[in-house]
């Protein structure tokens, strides 16, 4: 089991102990804004984990980075510092050394539908070493992924407490990227024990394997929005109405009763109740269905949507190449590049709009960049960033648009 998450360098401060009636009790964090570091994990369902690798905000990779960092671990560097095709094969290349997969013995390798799980040279890498890529379904990792589950929540909390501790003995400093590997590697320890990562596979059914692990009315909430669904596209039927009919009159009235009393009685409507056979089958939703949404939109731009697939299958691999080698020959006219020339710098006192342009992935301004950088426009939120950081794509979308 494979996934990732963020560390940033401003935790969230743990609980205060104060004396009883002071009114303002706060702790200090070490900035208003952090900076985000990736750190990968992958778990067996025996309880064990690899050393796991570090993704840092920068352009390039610097083993100085590393200090204090687990025993065993690895780092790599992008300018975003998210998760990317190329730091996932070096991911990949570090699982090997550790769980020793061949062709004779594969190992199955379970993981989200990330773009940088999807790139066709990490499949052949995998093909070749015998790991079997399964991907989970969209929107289920909070059910089905054990590190989402029972790890990265003590994770986190531990995290916290940690930085608490780092910020205590290092009064007056500011907290970076450099410190995290230490950090880490204080609470990676405590969040990924044999109890917790057992559990996370056993609540997500995957290990023992249980496909009765979700009740069924875990899956009401998502019945409003399920499409489509065709036993519910017809519209519902009225309720059965109540019919009204005549009563003959009696030929022989009642003693005691007028003629007159008689015959306006016999003009009465009366109801007919349903045989005891509707009564059965009749329903509260019949008469009241529950709330469903419109039909979806289709979007015009963004992700593609996926599905749960083993990559390594030689029909998924086939469609995924072909897919990379659309998006390398497609020329969008949406995308826009934005070109300092050589030398070239706006004039002093004249305000241009490129003044307020910054990267999406590292926060560089556009003036400060260097002579000749090229910076492209992501395709949904319209922000710009480095050509590099966008892995020189055609059809960018930054780290935002493309989280999952």
Known sequence: MFSFVGITTVQKPDRIIAR?????VGAITSAERGTLVTIAIAINAIGNSIPPIFVFP???FKEHFMRGAPVGSIGCANGSG???HEDFLIFLKHFVQYARPSIDKPVLLIMDNHDSHLHIDNIDYCKEHGIVLLTLPPHTSHRLQPLDRTVYGPLKKYVNSACDSWMKSNPGKTMSIYDIPEIVRISLPRATTPENITSGFRVSGIYPFDKDVFPEHEFLPSAVTDRPDPALTN?????QELEAVHILPDSSPSPGMSESLTSNEAHLPVAILPDDSELADFSPLKSHPLPKAPPRKQPTKGRKKRR???LTDTPERNALAEESASKKTKKSAAVKKL???????????KKTASEEYYCVCCGESYDNS???TMWVQCLKC??????????GEDDFLCHFCRKP
């Open 308 to 310: 749960s697939a083993i």
């Open 58 to 60: 920068r352009k390039r």
């Open 370 to 372: 260097q002579p000749g």
């Open 20 to 24: 009883k009636g002071i009114k303002q």
């Open 339 to 349: 070109n300092l020339g050589k030398g070239k710098k706006p004039a002093k006192g």
């Open 382 to 391: 319209k922000q710009w960033a480095h050509e590099d950081c966008g892995d």
């Open 235 to 239: 519209p519902t039927p009225a309720p």
């Open 82 to 84: 998210w998760m990317q």
